[in-house]
């Protein structure tokens, strides 16, 4: 049994426990996760849709409220992720994915009539939802896995998340050239492609029992080589960005910088390799060692204990919140157990925690989504050339990463070092966003690029934040359709600020312009005054969101002040390893309880 140190690593043995192990399934969440962006490049493509089909600015902003509505409510993908294994719902977005890009390709193309506005919409938003059926069984999938380190895991899933929207603009800059409709193709065929390469890996793993290479201390290593090379790879990002607005670049040159994306993006499969051949190497040893024998407490007990303590808890019998008539489950409903306990779906719906975090998240997402998706707009009315715009829309996605990184790791270290909530963070971030906000609001020459940064940031910092508080808080049982109904606000928010005031402020100011009219004319604002006011107004909404997180932080500080992971920590301390030579007391004889 005992391998050499190099061929070890070159048996199919070997090669089979890489790709059905659990690093294996990390990386394959990368990699789904880094081609599912597609919804955070509408300001690349959102001109060739409105001069090919002749939108007004309101419309436009309808096409991206729905791109949003589609990337957001999933909870449809999350109801089908708890009952089906993910491959199942990695399949469905693949068909969505296919169905709803390839009309929009085909429309804008010319290739098919021009469809109604309210068919496009359809499109987009079919097109859009398949993106929350890859985020929900790739990102949920991967939290379960690795509960310990929730945070970090969603700050890197997250992370990669943001990055694909400057991953496309590379890949389509290298694959079609500077063409944006063939941006859409790209965003019909890739993720579909990826999903079918790497959806079997997607499944949820028994949790391991403690060993050096399972440890927190150990995985949360491997993450952090996950985070390096996501750095990496995010500077050079950033610098092919900069280089390719000041040099014009070849076909062969951008074909050149698609590769290295590649190889880049290819590259944490190292760590994996690495990972497993730790695990073969600490088996090889376990080997070689006295047999031990496990002595574990039966799985009945443990359920007798755990129903044992929901009784006196809640003063419940347990079958009562698995089969119950409706008036008990109703009330059963506004009896929710203790934060970090598992709620049911309901229990969590109808919790103040929930909807305090629900209404500051549609402050927050709804103003930074309202800048991204008029990024575009916004540079033209602004006076920028077009080579700049399209450099503010990848420092967003660039900035949008390294926001989801910054808050997801800090977060993580913050509260287990230093006990500092995550709810607190979602305040910093808020009140950091109305910087932005302000620098387009006023118009302040030259400041679109530090606006697109701090938008970028905060909208990438925001997610992996609230995704961990809502698992925190309300567990990991329904996390699949909890986690989808804190996205729901992002669209309610986009609509509310991006459609009813952004797009009706931006059409006004451009029929002022036009003589009082859009009908046959450029439908195109020129000015500080075309975003002055919704930005201002988009500005107030998000301090009032910062003001209900800081509710929000005064009702959950004594339960961040507790041990959150503990009962985590626990699931291997009723496992004792006997060496075989002792003896073990026969199963009929009484247990002495621990104290």
């Given at each position: ?43 690349m ?84 939802n ?75 793993m ?13 995985t ?7 985070l390096?090379?996501s ?19 070849t076909?062969?040159?951008y ?16 760590v ?7 695990i ?45 008539s ?31 975090l ?9 103003g ?10 916004i ?14 829309v ?69 997610w ?35 459609v ?5 402020f ?22 500080v005054?075309?975003?002055k ?42 496992a ?18 621990e104290?």
């Amino acid at each position: 049994m005992a391998l050499a140190s190099g061929s070890g690593m070159l048996t199919p043995r070997f090669g089979r426990q890489v790709f059905l192990g659990r690093w294996f399934m990390v990386f394959a969440s990368v990699m789904i996760l880094s081609a599912s962006g597609a919804t955070f490049i509408f300001g690349m493509y959102s001109k060739v849709l409105k001069t090919s089909l002749g939108y007004d600015q309101r419309t436009l902003n309808t096409l991206a409220f729905f791109k949003d509505l589609g990337y957001n409510v999933g909870i449809l993908a999350g109801l089908i992720n708890e009952v089906t294994p993910p491959w199942i719902g990695l399949s469905i977005g693949a068909a969505l994915n296919m169905f709803g890009y390839l009309m929009i390709y085909l429309a804008i193309d010319g290739r098919t009539a021009r469809p109604p506005v309210w068919l496009m919409c359809i499109y987009i938003c079919v097109g859009a939802n398949s993106q929350s059926f890859t985020n929900t069984c790739a990102l949920v999938t991967c939290v379960k896995n690795f509960p310990e380190s929730r945070g970090i895991v969603l700050g890197l899933l997250k992370s990669f998340t943001g990055l694909s929207g400057a991953i496309f603009a590379q890949l389509y800059l290298a694959i079609y050239g500077d063409d944006a409709k063939s941006l859409v193709l790209l965003i019909a065929w890739l993720p579909v492609a990826v999903s079918i390469l790497f959806g079997h890996a997607i499944r949820i793993m028994p949790y391991p029992r403690s060993s050096p290479s399972n440890s927190t201390t150990s995985t949360n290593r491997a993450f952090y080589r996950f985070l390096y090379i996501s750095v990496a790879l995010a500077g050079f990002l950033l610098v092919m960005i900069v280089v390719q607005q000041r040099i014009s670049f070849t076909h062969a040159a951008y074909a050149g910088s698609g590769a290295a994306v590649l190889l880049l993006v290819f590259l944490p499969l190292v760590v994996v390799v690495k990972q497993e051949y730790k695990i073969l190497k600490e088996h090889e040893e376990s080997l070689q060692e006295p047999p031990t024998l496990v002595v574990e407490e039966p799985a009945v007990l443990q359920m007798v204990d755990q129903e044992q303590k929901t009784t006196i808890e809640t003063g419940l019998e347990p079958s009562s919140s698995s089969s119950c008539s409706p008036v008990s489950c109703l009330k059963h409903m506004f009896s929710p157990p203790a934060r970090g306990e598992d709620y049911t779906i309901l229990q969590a719906l109808v919790s103040i925690d929930m909807l305090l975090l629900f209404l500051a998240t549609i402050c927050g997402a709804g103003g930074t989504l309202t800048a991204i998706d008029n990024m575009g707009q916004i540079g033209q009315s602004l006076g920028y050339p077009a080579k700049t715009i399209n450099t503010f829309v990848s420092l967003i996605s660039i900035w949008n990463y390294a926001g989801r990184i910054v808050s997801g790791f800090t977060s993580e270290i913050l509260l287990s070092r230093y006990k500092f909530p995550r709810t607190l963070m979602v305040t910093m971030v808020l009140l950091l966003s109305c910087v932005g906000h302000l620098l387009i609001a006023f118009g302040v020459p030259q400041s679109l690029y530090l606006a697109s940064v701090l938008v970028g940031f905060c909208f990438g910092a925001l997610w992996p934040l609230v995704y961990a508080i809502i698992s925190e808080v309300f567990g990991l049982k329904y996390y699949s359709t909890l986690y989808n109904f804190g996205t729901v606000a992002s669209p309610i928010g986009a609509y509310l600020l991006n459609v009813r005031v952004s797009g009706y402020f931006y059409d006004v100011e451009a029929a002022k312009q036009h003589g009082g009219s859009l009908a046959g004319v450029d439908k195109t604002c020129m000015g500080v005054q075309c975003f002055k006011k919704s930005f201002l107004i988009v500005t107030a909404v998000t301090v009032f969101g910062m003001l209900v997180s800081l509710v929000l932080v005064w009702r959950t500080r004594k339960f961040y002040k507790g041990d959150i992971y503990a009962r985590f920590r626990d699931t291997t301390a009723s496992a004792k390893v006997i060496p075989a030579g002792d003896s073990v007391m026969d199963e009929g004889e009484p247990r002495k309880e621990e104290e």
